[in-house]
T-cell receptor, first 111, second 115 residues
């Protein structure tokens, strides 16, 4: 089955800095890569996703890049704000199967 | 638009008592449905998923069971709770497109404490 590794487990940045979270996956058949943000005590919410026919996708301050050859994908957050503080999960799926999640990255943005 | 409802929001149950958590989805038909558990820490553990009425796949053998009596209803149950069943339980649904499924959306979760 799919295995997703996520790094770092904790990331502290100053407000205004950029943050990058990286994930690797094992199943070359995976073609769907979503990212979720989970605030304390709340549900994970989908913030951006990318499919394997696309190398990069951007939505305002958030971008995701995908390297299928190397089997890794990354989340980039620019101009971080305190409200970006949360746990972020990456996930991967071959589409016909269930999502496999990484273990999460706690992002702390200090004012 | 599609919405997912999950209840109750919090639950405190004694060891050995039964459990029933319910999840319903509105605004779509024939969704894939999932139950996840998030124990202390951050990981999301897939417990069960269903691709249709009466079709349940179990990912982790344990003290829990799931049922899908209607197209948009998914129920998580236990006959006798253990302390280790404590956690944050999340229902989710995903869109089916042909053989693929995308856009997992989570319910608001149930925080279960077994005492």
């Amino acid at each position: 089955g799919e295995n997703v590794e996520q790094h770092p487990s904790t990331l502290s940045v100053q407000e205004g800095d950029s943050a990058v979270i990286k994930c690797t996956y094992s199943d070359s058949a995976s073609n769907y890569f979503p990212w979720y943000k989970q605030e304390l005590g709340k549900r994970p919410q989908l913030i951006i996703d990318i499919r394997s026919n696309v190398g990069e996708k951007k939505d305002q301050r958030i971008a995701v890049t995908l390297n299928k050859t190397a089997k890794h994908f990354s989340l980039h957050i620019t101009e971080t704000q305190p409200e970006d503080s949360a746990v972020y999960f990456c996930a991967a799926s071959p589409g016909y199967s269930t999502l496999t999640f990484g273990k999460g990255t706690m992002l702390l943005v200090s004012p | 638009s599609q919405t997912i409802h999950q209840w109750p929001a919090t639950l405190v149950q004694p060891v050995g008592s039964p459990l029933s958590l319910e999840c319903t989805v509105e605004g779509t038909s024939n969704p894939n449905l999932y139950w996840y558990r998030q124990a202390a820490g951050r990981g999301l553990q897939l417990l069960f998923y269903s691709v249709g009425i009466g079709q349940i796949s179990s990912e982790v053998p344990q003290n829990l069971s799931a049922s899908r009596p209607q197209d948009r209803q998914f129920i998580l149950s236990s006959k006798k709770l253990l302390l280790s069943d404590s956690g944050f339980y999340l229902c989710a649904w995903s869109v089916k497109r042909g053989l693929s499924n995308y856009g997992y959306t989570f319910g608001s979760g149930t925080r279960l404490t077994v005492v």
